[in-house]
């Protein structure tokens, strides 16, 4: 493109955003955006990524009053952190390369750009690589790796979805809402169930693709995380975070090896999710941690971060076999009910071990601190089911 890619929303301009409408068929061949209005969006929400909504005035043709646009963030801690997770390029990707693939309720991509430097496999092999590493030599490396906050240009353009309900992570939902919900992640994980799951790409990888890595993290984090989460974790949830020094590593390879792998989004919470009218699922967006591995840890995710803390075990039981219920009725064979259950408990736990990183990331507003506070005390009641 003539126009070079904008890295921050300040650098968005009419004339770009009219060279790539035009390139991606997004307006009409004689369309020029004369000018734009921007309203940030998503403070406290979009922990590595800045999000605005452009309502757009045209001069001459046709095209959408107004689009979403969303780039790296300008907090640099948060910044690295997104770059060492691949998340900027594994969206851009999602959108113009897995998704269209997928029958799955999605915004429609306006345009997807990433100006690739070229070392991004090469990174990903040094990674693997350095899984062969001592421990603490790991951890030096995710240091090193971690305060790299030099991101390629990239954005996304979306479509707006304001006429839709978004989801409230911190208000969290019902069992009902969470019914429909499942019954779609359902479908998404049915269609790339074991031997359907497309194949492994630099930017689509196994979720344990390097354990040694996710753990080293770990124990970089550890007395931070275990002061945060002390804080907001019942005597039995801070006992499971202790045990993470013995069974960590162990644990994310384990739920990995046994159990079918599919299309994970990652980062599957309300937040995340746009409601109609009539209450179905209308897209699911934020695509940033795609990635290969067993559908429970989506699921356990969901209703971890959703449902109220005095949901009974029994509900939460009945929301699991709805959920296997369409995995079964979409062609999946083989995963009975009683694997479900244990792959949900061991999701937790794996879960749990993932989100000793959380700590480190600036949360925003109060909404994103509300956020963190709800997400624990959610999480520490369903840890309760699992047995020390």
């Known amino acids: ?136 030599l790991l951890r030096v490396v995710l240091r090193k790796v971690q305060t790299d906050a030099d991101v390629p240009p990239c954005i996304l353009l979306l479509e707006d979805l304001a006429e839709a309900e978004m989801g409230n992570q911190v208000a969290g939902c019902d069992p009902a809402r969470a019914a429909i919900v499942l019954g779609v992640l359902a479908r998404l994980h049915a269609a790339g169930w074991g031997d359907a799951c497309p194949p492994l790409r630099h930017w689509f990888t196994n979720g344990d693709i390097v354990p040694r890595l996710f753990h080293a993290q770990y124990k970089n984090n550890r007395r931070s995380f275990e002061r945060f989460a002390a804080a907001r974790l019942s005597e039995h949830g801070m006992a499971h975070v202790k045990a993470i020094r013995k069974t960590g590593l162990a644990r994310i ?43 429970v840890l989506d699921v356990a995710y969901f209703i971890a971060g959703s449902l109220p803390p005095e949901t009974p075990e029994a509900v939460i039981d009945e929301l699991l076999r709805g959920y296997h219920d369409t995995l079964v009725t979409a062609g999946v064979e083989d995963y009975p009910f009683e694997r479900l259950l244990a792959d949900y408990e061991e999701g937790l736990l794996l879960l749990l071990h993932r989100m000793s990183g959380l ?14 506070d709800s997400w624990f005390q959610r999480f520490d009641a369903r840890l309760q089911r699992v047995p020390l």
Do not use: C
């Open 359 to 372: 700590d480190q990331l600036e949360f925003g507003d109060d909404r994103g601190v509300a956020l963190m």
């Open 253 to 295: 390879t384990r739920l990995h090896a046994e159990a079918p792998r599919t299309i994970l989004h990652g980062d599957f919470r309300l937040d995340n999710l746009f409601f109609a009218a009539d209450g179905s699922l209308a897209a699911i967006i934020d695509w940033q941690t795609v990635n290969r591995g067993p559908g």
């Open 1 to 136: 493109m003539a126009t070079s890619t904008p890295s921050r929303l300040d650098d968005i301009t009419s004339d770009w955003l009219t060279e790539v409408l035009r390139a991606e068929r997004a307006i009409s061949a004689d369309a020029r955006v004369e000018a734009f209005e921007r309203t940030d969006l998503g403070d406290g929400e979009g922990f590595v990524g800045d999000i605005a909504r452009l309502r757009l005035a045209y001069s001459a043709g046709t095209g959408p009053a107004t689009v979403i646009a969303k780039v790296p963030t300008a907090v640099a801690l948060n910044r690295a952190t997104g770059k060492s997770l691949g998340v900027y390029e594994r969206e851009v990707r999602a959108y113009d390369t897995l998704l269209p693939a997928v029958d799955v309720p999605r915004p429609r991509a306006h345009a997807a750009i990433y100006d690739a430097t070229g070392d991004e496999e090469a990174f990903l092999d040094q990674m693997i690589k350095a899984e062969r590493l001592p421990i603490f």
